[in-house]
């Protein structure tokens, strides 16, 4: 395919932007990264020789997957001097369903937050597998390396995920989940959170150091449960309405206050009850929910 005009650029990348944008959203984390992430490539695109790329669309993946590699060795390095716990930029996948059109695979806070302990070429690979059904020898090309060793990644990072996670729960245990737990929060009531909450439970408060928020994980029911309890008695929920939501393809609760987005919160459960509670109260994430 000869592309060899700006417009012929433009409608060629304006086709695979939702999987080029998949990517870097799944690799990075944050759409506002994998947004920046595109107008790198889209630079590139723009001043290549077009005319000797056969496959636009195998070139233009494979460009957003280099990037994305290195720009997330950079991305692990940034978290280790944030502040307070990190969490994925939630995004609205009801809004914009093409981000989960393909497969939603890789694509919820908790999975996400699971494969920031990869590392970027084993988390490429996964993404690229999971996500969008690359056969093995397209991975290798990609990623630069031999077909044995993308397997290897993938199978890698699918044991990790394993290791970590719980068999979760189908999306209508998990938005009950959610609307009990918020309900017992907003209530205080410690005896229902302490019976929703996995013994293990992990709370994760992303305030980035904007917002107020935990600044450490806080792990167990009981501990939880009673940080939660401790919020309802404070004026955390003075004034806040509650809109359920997809983000992520998960189902989540969207915080407002005044008509403005100042929080989200999200679970993951499992037969155990719920294993996470995620809450995203920095601004600078709300942008695009």
């Known amino acids: 395919m000869e592309t060899t005009t700006l417009d012929d650029a433009a409608e060629v990348f304006a086709t695979v932007r939702p999987r080029l944008f ?7 984390g944050t759409a506002v990264d994998a947004e920046d992430l595109l107008q790198e490539v889209w ?8 005319s000797v790329v056969e496959n636009p669309a195998a070139y233009l993946a494979t460009t ?3 990037l994305a590699i290195n720009a997330t060795q950079t991305a692990y390095a940034r978290r280790e001097s944030y502040v307070g716990p990190w969490l994925p930029e ?31 070429t084993e988390r490429a690979a996964y993404v690229l597998r999971e996500a969008f059904d690359y056969q093995y020898q397209q991975i290798a090309e990609i990623v630069q390396t031999t077909e044995v060793t993308a397997r290897q990644y993938v199978s890698r990072a699918r044991k990790h995920l394993a290791a970590e996670r719980r068999a979760p ?3 209508s245990e998990q938005k009950r989940l959610l609307a009990a737990f918020v309900q017992a929060a907003q209530a ?20 980035g150091g904007i917002a107020r928020a935990t600044k450490y994980l806080v792990t167990g029911a009981e501990p939880v449960a009673k940080l939660i309890r401790a919020w309802g008695s404070s004026t955390f929920w003075d004034g806040l309405e509650m809109e359920p939501a997809t983000l992520n393809s998960a189902p989540a609760m969207v915080l407002r206050r005044a008509g403005e987005t100042v ?7 499992s037969a155990e ?13 709300l942008t695009t929910v």
């Open 43 to 50: 630079i590139r695109w723009q001043t290549c020789d077009r």
């Open 90 to 120: 939630p995004v609205d996948t009801s809004a914009d369903p093409q981000l989960g059109a393909e497969r939603a695979a890789a694509l919820e806070l908790g999975v996400l937050l699971l494969l920031e302990k990869l590392t970027p």
């Open 22 to 28: 998949g990517i870097a959203y799944r690799m990075l």
């Open 169 to 171: 729960v189908d999306p």
């Open 263 to 269: 929080g989200v919160v999200t679970v993951t459960g």
């Open 188 to 207: 205080g009531d410690l005896s229902a959170l302490e019976e929703l909450l996995a013994e293990d439970v992990v709370s994760y408060s992303d305030g």
């Open 273 to 285: 009850g719920i294993d996470q509670v995620m809450w995203v109260i920095n601004p600078g994430k």
């Open 64 to 66: 957003t997957t280099r």
